[in-house]
């Protein structure tokens, strides 16, 4: 039986994605653009992130239109044990089992890869969670803006004096997201070689602490024994800033010494140059506010436009501050495939974000709408399980699915 989309790379993966909210099933949206088959296992009722955060018309979450998207949808009841049963079948028919339930709940356990490895030992079983399996904290409740505070990324962001200060975006949860589907692309490329299943297993506090040591804070308090903390719209390592036009905000980056000197000839500021307080980086990022009113004066009279126009043809970094808006038409996203619009039943046209990853030969592609509750059950259990319809309509009555 074919699964997924024929010309992707990951046809005949089958994936069980019992995860909800952000990280997780952001990794098997990732895996389903690429021709995977997602089948979100849900519980009866539906599961919580249908119904949080931002509601559409029809009552049900926004952003679950993104997250649910190319995948299937069933309902089954795991608190039973014909509806454990059930399941079991399904893992013997599939090759991934993602999950993000915290380690020491009743579910995590009847998902270990230790209890599926005996169900069909070349199974993948991957979870994400806050904390990771083991340590004081493994079996915490967690949420992406907690790891931002705990991996002392609060304390980086905003302006001098402020207060520790979040990111609206979630980026822990995306990059774990990611992260999570890479580490399943490694178990199936080792079993393609072995045959041998694993656990992949990502953390969101893992996560946050590895990207906030790329900003160089730990290694920073290590070297000079000096503990950073906010640098607004300025560097930590390299000059950069926001600029405000006349007509809205520019944000710039001159990382390395020759954009330093390209940025200081564009802007008429070459004595710059000469001034050790700014001879590289480093002191360049400490020494941040004694740029900053040379280059904004500069800016004063300018609209974005002639900004950007400057910048750009000095070959410095630099984009407009958009809104959402503006990014709809941003004419760079349109070219790469970055918004899509789809119509939902209900709501109308609505933008989702396209495929990230290009992949020449099998790329990957949005094939169908956020599924329905329960919308897939006759397919997968009859078409995969063999369940016929009486056996179908006892399930339903016995709200096991």
Not at 77 to 86: D, F, M, Q
Not at 373 to 398: A, V
Request: hydrophobic share 40%.
């Amino acid at each position: 039986m074919i699964r997924g989309n024929k010309s992707s790379v990951l046809t005949n993966v089958r994936v069980l994605d019992l995860s909800r909210f952000l990280a997780g099933p952001l990794c098997g949206m990732l895996l389903a653009d690429m021709g995977a088959e997602v089948i979100r296992v849900e519980p009866i009722g539906g599961g919580v992130d249908r119904t949080w955060a931002i509601l559409g018309p029809d009552g049900e979450t926004l952003t679950f239109k993104i997250l649910g998207r190319n995948k299937k949808c069933i309902t089954l009841n795991l608190s039973t044990e014909r509806g454990k049963a059930i399941f079991h079948d399904l893992v013997k028919n599939s090759d991934v089992v993602l999950h993000n339930f915290p380690p020491g709940t009743t579910l995590a356990s009847e998902l270990s890869y230790e209890k599926l490895r005996k169900v069909k030992p070349s199974i993948i079983v991957s979870a994400l969670s806050g904390y990771g399996l083991d340590g004081p904290d493994a079996e915490e409740i967690c949420f992406d803006f907690v790891t931002q505070a705990r991996a002392g990324a609060m304390v980086l962001n905003g302006f001098p004096g402020s207060p520790p200060l979040k990111t609206t975006v979630p980026y822990v949860d995306c990059s774990s997201g990611i992260a999570n589907a890479l580490g399943i692309m490694l178990a199936l490329y080792h079993r393609e070689k072995t045959g041998e299943g694993q656990f992949v297993g990502t953390a969101l506090f893992d996560m946050a602490s590895y990207i906030t040591q790329h900003a160089g804070a730990l290694i920073y308090f290590t070297v000079y024994g000096e503990t950073r903390t906010q640098v607004g719209n300025c560097g930590f390592g390299s000059y950069m800033n926001c600029l405000k036009a006349k007509d809205g905000w520019v944000m710039f980056v001159t990382a390395s010494n020759d954009i330093w000197k390209r940025f200081t000839k564009a802007i008429g500021k070459e004595e710059l140059n000469d001034d050790p307080r700014f001879k590289n980086d480093m002191v360049r990022a400490l020494n941040a506010p004694l740029i900053d009113p040379i280059v904004q004066e500069w800016a004063d009279e300018k609209t974005s436009d002639e900004i950007m126009k400057t910048l750009q043809a000095a070959r410095v970094a630099c984009a407009r501050v958009n809104t959402a808006d503006r990014l709809l038409n941003d004419p760079q996203s349109v070219a790469s495939g970055m918004v899509v619009h789809v119509n939902y039943p209900d709501i109308g046209e609505v933008p989702i974000p396209g495929v990230p990853v290009k992949l020449s030969r099998t790329p990957g592609s949005i094939r169908s709408l956020a599924p329905k509750l329960g919308e897939h059950n006759e397919e997968i259990y009859s078409g995969l399980l063999g369940l016929n319809g009486t056996e179908l309509s006892q399930l339903r009555k016995e709200k096991i699915i």
